[in-house]
């Protein structure tokens, strides 16, 4: 059974950083990702943040839009643990994220997993 279980959201002033963590299970390789959105928003309305092909050791992640320069993915492989540091945390980064994950092991960008998510609420 997969499983994606995230931990990290609490509130956070401008400026200031936070990681947020994914535990995944039942998984062999997968292509991983962070992506958010506002609570409710459809799949498809979600914007991606980072995608990790995990199945290539070192593989350089992928980051989009504001993400880039101030975010960083990484991934425990002995844990399967998926990680995302987030610096410089400024207001409009204030969304529900996302931890997700494809079946296969290269990246799709239309992931077959999804985590609980959480929020992320920067205050100005």
């Known amino acids: 059974q997969v499983r994606l279980v995230e931990f990290g959201g609490w509130p956070v002033l401008a400026g200031g950083s936070l990681t947020r963590t994914c535990a ?15 609570p409710g928003h459809v799949l498809e309305g979600r914007e991606l943040v980072a995608q990790l092909a995990t199945a290539i050791r070192n593989a350089p992640p992928t980051y989009t839009g504001a993400a880039q320069g101030r975010f960083v993915v990484s991934y425990d492989y002995a844990t399967k643990t998926f990680y995302l540091k987030m610096n410089n945390l400024q207001p409009e980064d ?3 994220y996302y931890c997700a994950a494809d079946g296969r092991e290269d990246c799709t960008t ?4 999804w985590g609980h998510g959480t929020q992320v609420t920067v205050a100005s």
Do not use: I, N
Request: hydrophobic share 30%.
């Open 94 to 96: 204030t969304y529900m």
């Open 24 to 38: 995944t299970a039942g998984l062999a390789r997968p292509c991983m990702y962070w992506f958010r959105g506002t």
């Open 110 to 113: 239309r992931p077959d997993y």
